[in-house]
């Protein structure tokens, strides 16, 4: 059994950013861009896998779970932060909050 | 034994300043009484200790203490000197500075800034003490500069008083033009004799010729610190405003000790000073001008300090006039003749201030004689002292400078003559007016009227003793005396060319028909004084009574002040306005403005960047993450 090519990874991780960014840049749904940004890091989390298969070390493996952890817990604090937003604005649009203006 | 002995004597008085400073409100008044004039005392009698020894060996001695700089050629070491000079002053110093200590425990008894004014005559005695024993004219510098500092901080004690403030500004800044000369002479003295040394410039300055150009030169800038510190014409104007301070202060810093440092240092540069005759005439000249000038102002004065300091000022004259005639000895001698009994006169005033509760114009005096007996008599041997009234001791030192004068010329004599019947006519004045006659203060003062405590009486009779008995320190020739100080100093003066001066051309019998003169003057002016102001009363009516042209003029103290405002003040403060208005404002301020203007502007214009659009923030943070990677890729 042949092993996928690296460049395979890269290319689909590189699309799977990509897309994470367009998101967080396009969407005005808090919890869309979250999500987005949830993209981004899983992208990041497979090329790491990925990195750590083609190069015999596991490091790169042990690092993916504590991004794992860490994302956990950055996706509980944004939630927290979008259900305060919510309380405020009655809205989830990230359009609302321009008040920290000129 | 003797190295640890000269270094406490400066350290006590600087311990007592960090004690007392340190302390500042807490301590108690009772310890303040105690180490305020102790630490004074215990270096008055090392002094003394200190004298007695070098009375047994005799020799002068540089006690270097630690080495202080070391760059290049220059070497100044932190050393001290014990000669006949330094010991002579320094048991002045600390001996009318401790009786003077002693007397302010009374004087300030009230005061709220009683330790403060403790801490601070501590270290002007310290500073004093470190200008007459320094070995090199650094160190002396380095005293000069600090007593100039503590008068500074003294005048202006009471600096509630905006009035006081500027009178304490213009000391020191009057002072300031002095050092500025002491310093370019100091510079000068290194450039030309490698060595700060008091000891090595001597050496080297005594086989030079006289008249040399750059001893002309260095004589002159030191004397223009004599001058600054000592209140000649024409830097003496912040002496009468010194009065501001309290008076125990007048009388240590601005008539016994700190007002004679210019005297001691050229006294002490005497080798220097006989080498450039320019020198000596510009000196005379100035001491003359000085001595009748500010006698003339003491005349018409109202202020019991301030007539005190014109007669101060003139005085000095006296002492910068023998100076520059050669005699040293008599100059040293009248300085601490006049230490004495210049102290003791305001000491009583303060005395007489105190009683009144403030009062400072001796018209609203009178009568005090019965009222305060040990001020009115100690007040009494100062004045007849101050005179020249033999046998107290301002008679001996005065004669010893007239007699060299007439050595000198007629002329110095005769004008130092009208200057001492001057002398004797204010001193009277003030003398009648303040102790004879009815009382002319308020009800209120009248009433109040007491003699001082003990404390501040007993430092009075000890400095009357010692201005009756002063004199004998210093008996001439002629009254069968040996001139002791004259002996004790001479090893000083002894390289100077002039010296010993002997006064050859004038016989015995000269000298006794010249102190008849002066003294037949003087007791003529004193009686004179007498019927005019206690027998006719003159002189206690109003101010405007009888005024003519001169004397408005004297009275007005010649518009000297008025005259430094127009023509240096103003122009200073037109220049600065000047200065102000075109190179600061319109030149300085807009180059410092146009760099605000153009930030804020900037900022003006970039804050429209901040659109508070989430997702624009975003975007530009992604564009830069974008580029940087780009310019990565590129470099």
Request: aromatic share 14%.
């Amino acid at each position: 059994m042949t092993a996928i090519p690296i460049d395979y990874y890269l290319i689909f991780c590189s699309i799977l950013f990509c897309t994470g960014v367009i998101g967080v840049l396009i969407k005005r749904n808090a919890l869309v861009i979250l999500m987005s940004i949830e993209l981004m890091i899983n992208s990041i989390n497979l090329l790491l896998a990925a990195f750590a298969a083609y190069t015999n070390d596991p490091a790169g493996q042990i690092f993916v779970f504590f991004i794992m952890v860490v994302a956990a817990a950055e996706v509980a604090i944004g939630l927290a932060i979008i259900v305060l937003i919510y309380r405020t604005t009655h809205s989830i649009d990230i359009h609302v909050l321009n008040k920290l203006k000129w | 034994m003797v190295k640890i002995l000269i270094t406490l004597i400066p350290l006590f008085p600087l311990f007592g300043f960090l004690f007392l400073g340190a302390g500042f409100r807490s301590l108690p008044r009772r310890i303040v009484s105690v180490t305020g004039p102790g630490t004074i005392l215990a270096s008055f009698l090392l002094t003394l200790i200190l004298f007695f020894d070098f009375q047994r060996n005799g020799i002068p001695q540089i006690h270097l203490i630690f080495n202080w700089l070391t760059v290049g050629p220059l070497v100044i070491g932190f050393e001290f000197l014990t000669d006949p000079l330094s010991l002579l002053m320094m048991l002045v110093v600390t001996g009318v500075g401790f009786l003077i200590h002693w007397y302010s425990v009374g004087y300030m008894k009230d005061d709220p800034g009683y330790n403060r004014f403790f801490a601070y005559m501590n270290l002007f005695v310290f500073f004093m003490l470190l200008l007459v024993m320094g070995a090199n004219y650094l160190i002396m510098f380095i005293g000069w500069e600090g007593v100039g500092l503590c008068s500074y901080l003294l005048i202006g004690f009471w600096f509630r008083n905006q009035d006081y403030n500027n009178a304490a500004k213009k000391a020191f800044i009057m002072n300031r033009i002095g050092d500025l000369g002491f310093l370019l002479g100091m510079f000068l003295l290194f450039t030309t004799f490698g060595s700060l040394n008091f000891r090595e410039i001597f050496e080297k300055a005594t086989p030079m010729e006289a008249g040399e150009p750059v001893m002309v030169a260095i004589t002159l800038l030191l004397f223009i610190g004599a001058v600054g510190k000592s209140a000649q014409i024409p830097l003496y104007t912040w002496l009468p405003d010194a009065m501001a301070g309290p008076t125990p202060v007048s009388a240590l810093i601005h008539a016994a000790t700190m007002v004679t440092a210019g005297v001691y240092m050229v006294a002490r540069s005497n080798i220097l000073y006989v080498l450039s005759p320019v020198t000596q005439i510009v000196m005379g000249s100035v001491a003359l001008a000085t001595a009748i000038f500010a006698a003339s102002i003491a005349l018409f004065q109202n202020d019991i300090k301030k007539i005190l300091a014109y007669s101060t000022i003139s005085q000095l004259g006296y002492m910068f006039a023998a100076l520059s005639v050669g005699a040293f000895t008599g100059a040293m001698f009248h300085l601490t003749t006049h230490a004495f009994f210049k102290a003791l006169l305001f000491l009583g005033a303060g005395s007489v201030i105190h009683a009144l509760g403030g009062e400072h114009n001796i018209r609203k005096m009178g009568g005090l004689r019965k009222k305060m007996p040990a001020t009115w008599w100690t007040f009494l041997i100062a004045t007849l002292a101050i005179s020249g009234i033999p046998p107290l001791s301002g008679f001996f030192s005065k004669d010893e400078i007239l007699i060299h004068a007439l050595d000198h010329s007629a002329w110095m004599w005769f004008i130092l003559f009208i200057g001492a019947l001057m002398t004797a006519f204010y001193m009277f004045r003030l003398l009648w007016l303040t102790f004879f006659g009815a009382f002319r203060g308020t009800d209120d003062q009248h009433h109040h009227l007491h003699e001082s405590p003990g404390v501040m009486t007993v430092p009075l009779i000890l400095l009357a003793f010692l201005t009756a008995v002063g004199g004998f320190m210093n008996i001439p020739g002629i009254f069968g005396g040996n001139s002791l100080l004259a002996q004790f100093l001479a090893p000083v003066f002894a390289g100077s060319k002039y010296h010993p001066m002997p006064v050859t051309r004038i016989s015995h019998t000269t000298e006794w028909m010249i102190i008849g003169i002066t003294l037949a003057a003087v007791i003529a002016v004193i009686a004179w004084s007498y019927h005019h102001f206690v027998k006719r009363e003159k002189g206690f009516l109003p101010d405007q009574a009888h005024r003519n042209f001169l004397v408005n003029l004297i009275s007005q103290k010649y518009y000297v002040d008025e005259l430094y405002e127009l023509i240096i003040v103003k122009p200073l403060l037109w220049l600065s306005t000047i200065l102000h208005r075109i190179i600061e404002v319109g030149f300085i301020d807009r180059i410092i403005n146009s760099f605000g203007n153009l930030v804020v502007r900037t900022g003006n214009t970039l804050r429209y960047i901040q659109t508070g659009n989430v997702g624009f923030y975003m975007f530009i943070m992604i564009l830069g993450i974008i580029l940087m990677l780009f310019l990565n890729i590129l470099i």
